[in-house]
């Protein structure tokens, strides 16, 4: 007899309390059932801190904490504007040389990856006697020119962990250990049409060269020797993931390499068919590609499936995209926009082509 039993008096009646067990375990279940059943809210853009400007944002960048990231916008024409708060306000940061009207031509810029406040910008129409290249290292504040590269047309830029910096120059290839105040030559790369997008994946000591019409070249170290891939092709942009997945927008589509660039297959989604002009990759497996002519597809899972964004509230393109803080953000004629990524990230796998096969 239980002590409850002995204070009353009364005896307890066997086997209510299984009965009670199998009520809790299958009934609750039942009553979460309708709130799992909900349909995930769709995707939607909205207005990311537009900057008033009537140019085009070119290029999109962010580093920084998960919370708080610093973005960096470019706008055609007008130079470049910081964002502290994930693009709700904006803030010009480019006290940089004006040409006539107030213009301010940015070709390309760098942001540290381990340094938010810390860019590299490349000015373009300058005088040969002007530097081509400015620092800063308070978010665009301020800005102090470096001489190093004066007189040559800096066409692609990248920074790596260290603040150690690579420039493509023509054909010339140069390295900056201390973050452009001084500049090495290194071998001049091998290809043939002109660099559109440098980039660096440090985890694995790759250098990446998008080039017009010539494909993508690859270097492990610092240019001495160079590698080809997706000869012939026009690389508009490149980004490097996790566990050495690089991905290349191309005019045929999006390419896809699992082992650092070595080889590549080109992925076939009806999706990300056609001429893609901008790709962002995100550390779980985000992957987003903006398809000429079509709206902008996102993947959660490296590239197997994908599901194609609502399109831009302005009609126009995306000219640039970035993945940074849960958020896809994207440059257009009208400024930046903003989509929040759902919270659901499955594993990434490998993509296995079923038609045709991987190509360098």
């Given at each position: 007899?239980?002590?409850?039993?002995?204070?009353?008096?009364?005896?307890?009646?066997?086997?209510?309390?299984?009965?009670?067990?199998?009520?809790?375990?299958?009934?609750?279940?039942?009553?979460?059932?309708?709130?799992a059943l909900q349909p995930t809210p769709p995707l939607q853009w909205e207005p990311a801190?537009?900057?008033?400007?009537?140019?085009?944002?070119?290029?999109?960048?962010?580093?920084?904490?998960?919370?708080?990231?610093?973005?960096?916008?470019?706008?055609?024409?007008?130079?470049?504007?910081?964002?502290?708060?994930?693009?709700?306000?904006?803030?010009?940061?480019?006290?940089?040389?004006?040409?006539?009207?107030?213009?301010?031509?940015?070709?390309?810029?760098?942001?540290?990856?381990?340094?938010?406040?810390?860019?590299?910008?490349?000015?373009?129409?300058?005088?040969?006697?002007?530097?081509?290249?400015?620092?800063?290292?308070?978010?665009?504040?301020?800005?102090?020119?470096?001489?190093?590269?004066?007189?040559?047309?800096?066409?692609?830029?990248?920074?790596?962990?260290?603040?150690?910096?690579?420039?493509?120059?023509?054909?010339?290839?140069?390295?900056?250990?201390?973050?452009?105040?001084?500049?090495?030559?290194?071998?001049?790369?091998?290809?043939?049409?002109?660099?559109?997008?440098?980039?660096?994946?440090?985890?694995?000591?790759?250098?990446?060269?998008?080039?017009?019409?010539?494909?993508?070249?690859?270097?492990?170290?610092?240019?001495?020797?160079?590698?080809?891939?997706?000869?012939?092709?026009?690389?508009?942009?490149?980004?490097?993931?996790?566990?050495?997945?690089?991905?290349?927008?191309?005019?045929?589509?999006?390419?896809?390499?699992?082992?650092?660039?070595?080889?590549?297959?080109?992925?076939?989604?009806?999706?990300?068919?056609?001429?893609?002009?901008?790709?962002?990759?995100?550390?779980?497996?985000?992957?987003?590609?903006?398809?000429?002519?079509?709206?902008?597809?996102?993947?959660?899972?490296?590239?197997?499936?994908?599901?194609?964004?609502?399109?831009?509230?302005?009609?126009?393109?995306?000219?640039?995209?970035?993945?940074?803080?849960?958020?896809?953000?994207?440059?257009?004629?009208?400024?930046?926009?903003?989509?929040?990524?759902?919270?659901?990230?499955?594993?990434?796998?490998?993509?296995?082509?079923?038609?045709?096969?991987?190509?360098?």
């Open positions: 007899m239980h002590m409850a039993d002995l204070l009353t008096g009364t005896r307890s009646r066997p086997g209510w309390r299984p009965i009670a067990w199998l009520v809790l375990a299958f009934g609750l279940p039942l009553l979460a059932l309708p709130s801190g537009v900057p008033a400007v009537p140019g085009a944002v070119r290029l999109l960048l962010g580093a920084g904490d998960a919370g708080a990231p610093v973005l960096y916008a470019v706008a055609e024409h007008w130079g470049i504007y910081r964002s502290e708060d994930s693009g709700a306000s904006w803030d010009p940061a480019s006290r940089l040389p004006r040409r006539g009207l107030g213009r301010v031509e940015v070709t390309c810029i760098a942001l540290a990856p381990d340094d938010p406040w810390f860019l590299l910008a490349a000015l373009n129409d300058q005088d040969d006697s002007l530097p081509a290249l400015y620092q800063t290292g308070d978010g665009g504040r301020y800005w102090v020119p470096r001489r190093g590269l004066s007189g040559l047309p800096v066409e692609a830029l990248t920074l790596v962990p260290g603040k150690a910096a690579y420039a493509a120059c023509g054909r010339h290839l140069y390295f900056s250990p201390d973050g452009g105040d001084t500049w090495l030559r290194l071998a001049d790369h091998p290809a043939q049409g002109r660099p559109l997008v440098l980039t660096a994946d440090p985890a694995r000591r790759v250098l990446y060269l998008g080039t017009e019409r010539d494909g993508l070249w690859l270097t492990t170290d610092q240019g001495a020797n160079w590698s080809s891939a997706l000869a012939g092709r026009t690389v508009w942009a490149v980004a490097a993931a996790c566990e050495g997945r690089v991905y290349a927008g191309t005019e045929d589509g999006l390419h896809l390499s699992e082992d650092g660039g070595a080889s590549w297959q080109r992925l076939r989604s009806p999706a990300v068919q056609g001429s893609v002009h901008a790709v962002a990759a995100g550390p779980s497996g985000e992957v987003a590609a903006a398809v000429q002519g079509r709206a902008v597809t996102l993947s959660m899972d490296g590239g197997i499936t994908w599901q194609s964004l609502p399109p831009l509230p302005i009609g126009g393109p995306a000219t640039v995209l970035l993945l940074q803080s849960g958020h896809l953000f994207a440059g257009t004629a009208q400024g930046v926009w903003r989509c929040q990524l759902p919270d659901r990230r499955p594993p990434i796998a490998h993509v296995r082509v079923t038609h045709g096969s991987g190509h360098r």
